[in-house]
């Protein structure tokens, strides 16, 4: 499983392997498919990552950063509350 996360969290361009370490050695840096993970974050691919267009209409980009920092925020504050509850269950049942 760690192999398979591993494998797409940094899959190379178009999933060729050796040409990414090639290029990784040669020192022209690790070239990130567009379905990578880290590539998703850092919106490889994309011509435009402007949040806005220039009439102040969000972008597709816009939508896909505000949903991924909703989600994260989500995750932290039931992972505080679980945190929370994990405390008050310990202290009473002492």
């Not at 490889?44 to 980009?61: A, C, K, L, R």
């Not at 679980?82 to 310990?90: D, L, Q």
């Amino acid at each position: 499983m760690l192999a398979v996360f591993c494998g797409s969290l940094i899959s190379p361009l178009l999933g060729d392997w050796v040409a990414a370490f090639s290029s990784l050695m040669n020192g022209n840096g690790w070239p990130l498919d567009v379905g990578s993970i880290i590539g998703k974050i850092f919106h490889v691919g994309y011509t435009d990552t402007n949040w806005f267009t220039p009439d102040g209409n969000p972008t597709q980009v816009f939508i896909v950063d505000a949903t991924r920092i909703v989600l994260l925020l989500t995750f932290l504050i039931i992972a505080w509350m679980i945190k929370i509850a994990w405390k008050k269950h310990t202290t009473h049942s002492l």
